[in-house]
């Protein structure tokens, strides 16, 4: 039954029975048999066929939110024994938003200094693909926005106060100011995160909020890409102040405060919320409180 659940999970996150089945490293006609045997077992249609997937059933959407209850239960019981004979270990899976990702490290290494037995893997996604992530059970903590928009039903730990500021090269726009104005920068030539970007929604809002509109030269889902570009002279850009140090390339940028207004924006770790978390994701909130109490005191 749970192997069945897992099936029916990845189907329905993949939405095609061939993407699922090459995900599960099954052959379709394999994945195709199961999902049959789990609608026989539980009496009910899941899946809506013609010549390919057209969806779940309502009983299937329902099934669907059991079958993810049921796999994480499964997963924290067989984490927890394993923790229990062998002491923490496994592998933990992490999505962050693109300003968070300096911040990681900071939350990894003291980890595994403590639990040299467990091991990483980090991506960079935006705030709804993280949530989304979280509820297919495809990673296990995500570091995102804790305002703003919805995040469901999760655990958070505040971890950061997340400033903006205008990043300019040495002898860029506006380079000699202490601080400057979102209308101000408005009219600079700018590279931003993409519109699918939370922190770009944000932006957008308070330049909004300042009266004026924004229209970026350049546009990436990525902050070193971004960065490079501010290197050149030629464009400025948007970022938290921890964001543009972590480059390295301080002697090369001017960071200036964005006032009129100068709001801030809480960051944080979330993981779906369960009673108990397994080992590793109550080891990992942890490990993120004590960076709160440093970061937010």
Not at 82 to 90: D, E, I, V
Not at 222 to 245: D, K, Q, Y
Request: aromatic residues 6%.
């Amino acid at each position: 039954m749970i192997d069945k659940l897992e099936y029916f999970i990845a189907l329905a996150r993949e939405r095609h029975f061939a993407r699922a089945a090459d995900e599960l490293g099954i052959s379709q006609p394999t994945l195709s048999a199961a999902i049959r045997q789990l609608e026989d077992q539980l009496g009910v249609v899941l899946v809506n066929r013609g010549s390919r997937f057209q969806g779940l059933t309502p009983e299937g959407q329902r099934v669907l939110e059991w079958a993810r209850r049921i796999v994480g239960d499964a997963r924290t019981m067989r984490e927890e024994m394993r923790a229990a004979r062998k002491g923490l270990s496994g592998h933990i899976r992490l999505a962050a938003i693109p300003t968070t990702l300096a911040m990681v490290p900071r939350i990894t290494a003291p980890f595994q200094q403590k639990h040299p037995d467990v091991t990483f893997s980090v991506i960079s996604a935006n705030s709804l693909q993280i949530l989304s992530l979280l509820e297919n059970l495809e990673i296990d903590a995500g570091l995102t926005y804790l305002e703003n928009e919805p995040l469901g039903r999760v655990t958070s730990v505040p971890l950061h106060l997340e400033h903006y500021h205008l990043i300019t090269a040495k002898h860029g726009p506006l380079a000699d100011r202490e601080n400057v104005t979102w209308r101000e920068v408005a009219d600079l030539s700018l590279c931003l995160l993409t519109a699918d970007m939370q922190n770009r929604r944000i932006i957008n809002s308070h330049f909004a909020e300042a009266g004026v509109g924004v229209n970026p030269k350049l546009e990436s889902n990525s902050m070193i890409v971004l960065f490079s570009h501010v290197r050149t002279g030629r464009w400025c850009s948007i970022m938290p102040r921890n964001v543009a140090l972590s480059f390295g390339f301080h002697d090369e940028i001017n960071i200036i405060p964005i006032v009129d207004p100068a709001p801030h924006h809480i960051v944080g770790l979330v993981a779906t919320h369960r009673e108990p978390f397994t080992p590793l994701v109550s080891a990992l909130l942890h490990e993120a409180r004590l960076l709160a109490e440093q970061e937010l005191r």
